[in-house]
């Protein structure tokens, strides 16, 4: 029955209804039909199902203890309280009561603990799973309480914990499975073409202002934008080009919303390799690369130019924009110095979908300026996966890094890119123990500044975040952090 019929037979019938329902405009049931470039590779953000799943999965089919906010902060999820030991290596939890999961076990401290111990787990897949390795043990007094011990503080503890889904304990396999606690459950999955949450009745706090949520998922931008157009879907969740944006922009039947991003267009070096080993030959390509020229080529005026991997949604946000500019003839002069008069050739694998294609077109002309070649060799979101992410097999690479407050990576020798400063290293692992927030800051602010001057990789430009919808339908998140879209309060009027 819709909003309006529920009116109507209430007003004939003379029944009072609560406010909340008298004040809705929006049908309570809608379907709310999500357009995305981002097909999950499997249910399982511990086992490489890439950006995705956490666009449909992070905080509407799963749920942490704690949870990363649209607007960036970090709050309590399934957690009623907490409270850490002076010396800060001990974390007492407390549970909230009546939460379930949608096979309808009850919430225990075994779950978390098992949840924990899954991202920690030697074949585990997760990003953050380095961010975790503080810690030392899990114990569960009782199903509403968990006591973490850790070997060394960790400030960023709650926010590393807002990464870790928290599954039943008792659920197998959920790379096409789920058993979580959040508003949806998992409804049909079609690979390749769709994925269906429906809202889980037995939800412990607020329902979801819809009845279900169908992601469909697209291999290019302009069929996604086509879909929008002719109303096969109600909300883009992040458009791909400046150029599709004319087709919405000023057109009542659609509303066009800017937000505030944290994906990074990355040229990553395998800084093991020569000649990529040389700082000289990485400050030579950043010299070489006219980014503000290309970011207009992509975006027009949208997207923001970043010195460095930290975007400025960030605590320790400079800007580095300085560092490296562009200036062909010094890069020149930097390759000679390197040993590389003139220039040299390398391989740039580049994954098939936009705008990397493109960004690499752009590069390969760039850099034949200053006597280096670029080989593109397109290659599938599962080959990278393999090829550069897990064997490491690569001399450069084209990625779009999505992850909020991933500064850390680059403290991580093991990481995929090889970049390996001790003074970095220890300065993110000493920012992780800070007694602080602004002790936090200042180390991670100095780490910053030393990766841009050793070019670390080529931080091309920082995506801008543009959701489009339908003009009946409100409520969606509009920053996108770490790709996760909270589809729970969007709401579609009649």
């Known amino acids: 029955m819709t909003t309006k019929t529920l009116l109507l037979a209430a007003l004939l019938a003379g029944v009072a209804l609560p406010a909340s329902v008298l004040a809705q405009d929006f049908d309570p049931n809608a379907s709310i039909r999500i357009g995305s470039l981002y097909e999950p590779q499997n249910l399982d953000n511990t086992a490489g199902a890439g950006q995705g799943i956490n666009e449909a999965f992070n905080g509407n089919v799963y749920e942490a203890l704690f949870q990363l906010t649209d607007a960036g902060s970090v709050e309590p999820k399934l957690v009623e309280s907490y409270e850490a030991s002076e010396d800060g290596l001990t974390y007492t939890f407390t549970l909230k009561d009546g939460v379930t999961f949608h096979s309808g076990d009850a919430l225990t401290s075994a779950d978390v603990k098992y949840s924990i111990e899954r991202v920690t787990a030697e074949a585990s897949k997760s990003s953050r799973k380095r961010s975790l390795s503080t810690i030392t043990g899990i114990e569960t007094p009782d199903d509403k309480t968990v006591v973490i011990t850790l070997s060394a503080r960790s400030i960023s503890l709650p926010y590393n914990l807002s990464y870790v889904w928290i599954v039943n304990d008792a659920a197998a396999d959920i790379t096409a499975a789920e058993d979580g606690t959040g508003p949806y459950l998992l409804g049909e999955w079609r690979r390749g073409s769709a994925l269906a949450l429906e809202r889980y009745e037995g939800y412990w706090g607020e329902a979801a202002t819809n009845g279900e949520v169908i992601y469909t998922y697209f291999t290019d931008a302009t069929a996604l934008n086509n879909a929008l157009l002719t109303n096969a879907v109600d909300v883009i969740t992040s458009v791909q080009s400046p150029d599709s944006l004319a087709q919405f922009t000023g057109n009542p039947a659609f509303t066009v919303t800017e937000g505030a991003s944290t994906t990074k267009e990355l040229l990553a070096y395998n800084d093991r390799v020569a000649p990529f080993d040389n700082v000289k030959v990485r400050k030579a390509l950043a010299r070489a690369t006219d980014k503000a020229r290309l970011l207009n080529s992509i975006w027009g005026d949208y997207g923001t130019l970043i010195g460095s991997f930290v975007p400025p949604t960030d605590p320790w946000y400079v800007d580095l924009t300085g560092v490296d500019a562009y200036d062909v003839e010094s890069a020149k002069a930097l390759l000679a110095e390197a040993g590389y008069p003139d220039g040299f050739e390398f ?41 550069i992410y897990q064997e490491k097999n690569f001399e450069a690479t084209l990625q779009e890094h999505v992850n909020h407050r991933d500064i850390v990576f680059y403290g991580n020798p093991d990481f995929y890119w090889g970049y390996n400063n001790p003074d970095v290293v220890k300065l993110v692992a000493d920012a992780e123990s800070a007694g602080s927030e602004a002790e936090q800051v200042e180390k991670l602010t100095e780490a910053n ?27 969606y998140p509009v920053n996108g952090l770490n790709s996760q879209f909270f589809a729970y309060d969007i709401q579609k009027s009649e």
């Open 347 to 387: 391989t740039l694998d580049t994954p098939d979908y936009d705008p990397h294609p493109i960004v690499a077109q752009f590069l390969q002309s760039e850099y034949a300026k200053i006597g280096v070649k670029v080989n593109i060799n397109i290659i599938t979101a599962n080959e990278w996966y393999t090829k």
């Open 449 to 475: 500044k030393i990766i841009a001057e050793d070019a670390a990789g080529n931080w091309l430009y920082l995506y801008p975040q543009i959701v489009v919808s339908a003009a009946n339908v409100t409520g």
